[in-house]
Nanobody, 124 residues
Framework: QVQLVESGGGSVQVGGSLRLSCDASRYIYISQFMGWFRQPPGKRREAVAS????????YYADSVKGRFTISRDNSKRTWSLEMNSLKPEDTAMYYCASARWGGAWYDPSTYRDWGQGTQVTVSS
């Protein structure tokens, strides 16, 4: 099983920036998707962004387009989420996820392995 570890969460004010990273140790398969999800308090988990690794194509939720950027470093087995112009509604627990097979990038069931989550809090 692939172990994913997120880092980089924290508390920022509105308009601030954070960078989340996901480290995939014991990388035993080639991920089809490397993604980020978030779960706001009392709400369902939702897709934020993902990379389709075979093509390098990126996908974003409408709510974060133009503000968030997903990237990957294959040599270091990491992928990151750069978050700019943060808003209070971005407050959530953020999870990185890895999908061994293809599917819908925004569907949590596509992803096999998940990190433990890192909290992002944006205050006004």
């Amino acid at each position: 099983q692939v172990q994913l570890v997120e880092s980089g969460g924290g508390s920022v004010q509105v308009g601030g920036s954070l960078r989340l990273s996901c480290d995939a140790s014991r990388y035993i398969y080639i991920s089809q998707f490397m993604g980020w999800f978030r779960q706001p308090p009392g709400k369902r988990r939702e897709a934020v962004a993902s990379i389709f690794t075979s093509e390098g194509k990126t996908y974003y939720a409408d709510s974060v387009k133009g503000r968030f950027t997903i990237s990957r470093d294959n040599s270091k087995r990491t992928w990151s989420l750069e978050m700019n112009s943060l808003k209070p509604e971005d407050t959530a627990m953020y999870y990185c996820a890895s999908a061994r097979w293809g599917g819908a990038w925004y569907d949590p069931s596509t992803y096999r392995d998940w990190g433990q989550g890192t909290q992002v809090t944006v205050s006004s």
